[in-house]
């Protein structure tokens, strides 16, 4: 009997041998020795099923979104993109919108520092109470109307105004003088005594002044 012959690969049992003695082909005396590698099928089974596993295990499985196809992780290339939120303003727009906003208001500030103050008018004495009866004060409450009224021109630049301001200032018989024209406020003719000045100044100044006085 002839001995067994080393196993092909490692892990495996090795070979038995059948020795058949016998006439093979009309020879006697010669023998034939068929051997068969114990184990032999069934290492070629067990390879057979590792690959089936692994084909089970991934194949018809899709791989997840940024993962390479042969490891199943994600990429360097894929996760090292940034995330861009589109809908949201970055942090430098808002910046330049807050110094913008900043710089319009400190023109405006500026600009409207830089303004001249509202001339105010300096408060002045009011004319004398006049009656009639001094010839001499006629001059001198006209003058007095005068200066208020160049005081404040925005407040005295109708001849209507003027009129109605030395009015108020009327007693006795100057007062009984002009009673009857503010009776009639509602007339706007020009040549009417309380809608022009020098109508008025020449009226007061005939009626209550000295026609001495040049």
């Excluded at 590792?50 to 490891?71: C, F, H, K, L, N």
């Excluded at 589109?86 to 409207?112: F, R």
């Excluded at 200066?147 to 001849?159: A, G, M, R």
Aim: aromatic share 8%.
């Amino acid at each position: 009997m002839e001995e067994a012959t080393p196993s092909r690969k490692e892990g495996r049992g090795p070979r038995r041998s059948i020795s058949l003695s016998g006439v093979v082909g009309g020879f006697p005396g010669v023998s034939r020795t068929i051997l068969k590698a114990q184990g032999e099928d069934d290492d070629d089974e067990e390879e057979n099923s590792e690959e089936e596993e692994e084909s089970d295990g991934t194949e018809g499985v899709p791989a997840p979104v940024g993962a390479s196809q042969s490891t199943g992780r994600p990429t360097l290339a894929q996760s090292d993109q940034p995330v861009s939120y589109q809908s949201e303003p970055s942090l430098l727009v808002i910046i330049q919108q807050m110094t913008q906003i900043m710089a319009t208001l400190q023109a405006a500030s500026s600009s409207g520092s830089s303004r001249p103050p509202a001339f105010k008018t300096p408060s002045m004495k009011a004319p004398e109470f006049f009656h009639g009866t001094q010839p001499f004060k006629v001059r001198s409450f006209l003058q007095s109307c005068q200066l208020i009224f160049h005081n404040d021109p925005v407040n005295f630049s109708q001849d209507r105004k003027k009129d109605l301001y030395a009015t108020s200032f009327l007693i006795g018989r100057a007062a009984k003088w002009i009673e009857p024209y503010l009776s009639n406020l509602t007339n706007q003719d020009s040549n009417y005594l309380l809608n022009c000045w020098p109508l008025f100044e020449s009226q007061l100044f005939t009626l209550f002044g000295d026609p001495n006085e040049v």
